[in-house]
């Protein structure tokens, strides 16, 4: 319904050509904000006069293209919140390390994007293009949304569970959550230091590994895999697929058997003992973490925070550094594990989510599809266009060896073109 | 001259038996500041009354201790300034991680201490308590001098290269730069963020451990060791050696001998070539992330900046991916080869610096001594009272394996009382 995506490498394209000139391309932005964002929600600020003028002159490879930012990386031109009311108003001195990235690239910083609170789980006002009775997910809500209806052709998020995966495979688009510290996360508000991972949202596969490619100058663009002959992929099964909806095993089937098709082998995969601790110390290891890095917020403002987030921090406030030390070290275990299993497969087919998007806006859904590979720091990438019965989009991710993220795209740039010849 | 420590184990003892007050222990703080900080100029602000005020009736185990944070730590009620005109007078909304846990425990932050130029090599104005002539050491140089001077029993700052371990060496003071990420760099400015750790000061080895075991709830504090039997101590002979101040040698070989008089088995250890290259590849680990870390304040504000920082962010905006990604290889397997030497002994001894504190305030000293330590992010405690002629400190360091912090402060404080006995 408002669900109408931008290409990044075709508007880059058009650029190029002249067929669109940096500031006609920036308008048809605000114009699509400007139409459908009083429906979505996914922006909280937009850019000041100055900031999109000084755009309009920029130069670089991202000259003319509308970027998205999530609420919790700073920026000295608009106020950055956290989605919470304790920093209404607050406005850092710098732009966040990424941010300042996109802007020397060229790219117009058209406004910030919601998040929910402190990006946990307490929500967002954000709909879900594809239905706006939907949550679009979480935490990274406003991103995802605003790439999904053509607000942005590129956004940036960050996921500390599955906080970027999610809310793609939610709204339909592209998600890339690279490698640990691939991006730099200086001037993101810190949840839980050794999870958050700062990641980015495009329209495709092709599109967000263009635009990783031209923010961090690593070769990361997608290679025009014409088959996946030699290509082996790992149907990685674990103990948390009880919970997925019977269309999201479906569409994980289906994923697998395009792959198959394309001549990739398939390989089934139990999940290991050390991933399923991984996994169980996710939280032990966010929760002592976050309950560190908003020690003063939940000291002084208590009051002023959510339900879900205070939860999270009072557990958080109770692990002592001993079992925090001891779930660091099952991650650490994890983390080997997780590289031994790239001996076998070049790449894992998981699903992105445990289904659609759920219906209502109190709960941005659930990242136990997600959280094993934010803790592992491998690099994954959310594939669209899968449907649920009734349109919602479904999404499945691929996973590869940490460092790998160029096999990431490109593998999931395969499966993407596949299914849309279907 | 200034140089006058006082120690946080004693005022704690006297606040817990009553002999002073929370309040009085605070204005005998505030009262020294008052009497030496204008030759020394350590802070480079003061708390407002209305967190003295708060700070009197705390409660907790460090309520009546003055605490000084180096201002690139955020505070909530003072400014944040990173030693730059940049952020002259910024205000951020909430105290970093580690000022909040040293203020939920009790502990009064009476001001920001002085720091080099976004801690990196441009001085900041203090002078060292031992002879203002020189400097204290850079970069959480009015931390080391608060501490020396009796200005505060406790201060934090930070080290990506030597920047606690050196200050503290000059300075006379214990210092410590524990494990990796033990203490929590949130809200604290990033230079380089597979580097930065932040680290604590005080009177005595034995203060510092108390003073971490309050902060983090670990078992830090030193146990009443009798003697270094069944201890052995490697004796750290790298190719840097060559570098050293004939006083600093002559320091070194006291502090072995005196291990050895306590009863301890002597190693002598080369370096391994795994950790002569990791100590090459600190710099571009360094310069890629800074590069990253402070693009904006570069973009926006080069005029604003000083020479030796500018100078570093331009080398490491030359640096490409490869070559960082190469340089973080290198870290790794030196982080393996420096778990693999205490194989063969329990701790590592090495000087802290090439020599004391250089004459003049242009130039902080020479890291080259600490920054192998902060890459392969193993705890490190500057152990003093050894002396230079003309009565300037020199600090000599305890290293042990990454996570063994309490084994480094109990066999710091055994060197430091054995020296003591001398």
Redesign the interface.
Known sequence: MYARPVSLAARLADLDSGRIGVEASLRESLERIEAVDGDLAAFVSRAPEESLAAAHSASGPLAGIAFGVKDIFDT?DMPTEHGSP??RG?RP?????L???A??KGACIIGKTATTEFASMDPAATRNPHDPAHTPGGSSSGSAAAVAAGMVPAACGSQTGGSVIRPASFCGVAGYKPSF?LL????MK?FA??LDTAGLFAASVADVALLAELL???PLKVPPLSGAGGISIGLYRSGKDGDLDPQMQAAWDQAAATFEAAGARLVEIEEPAALVAAREAHGTVQGF?AA??L???R??HRGAMGPKILATLDAGAAI??AEY?AARRIARIGRKAATALFEEVDALLVPSAVGPAPKGHAFTGDPVMNKLWTLTGNPVVNVPGLLAQGGLPLGVSIVTRF?RDAEALAIGDLLERALARQ
């Open positions: 000295a304790i920093y607050s001195r710098a732009d966040a390390a941010v300042a990235m802007r020397t510290r730099p996360t200086v001037g810190t230091w050794s961090t100058g690593r973490e560190h890095a020690l003063d917020e000291s002084r002592l550094p030390d460092g």
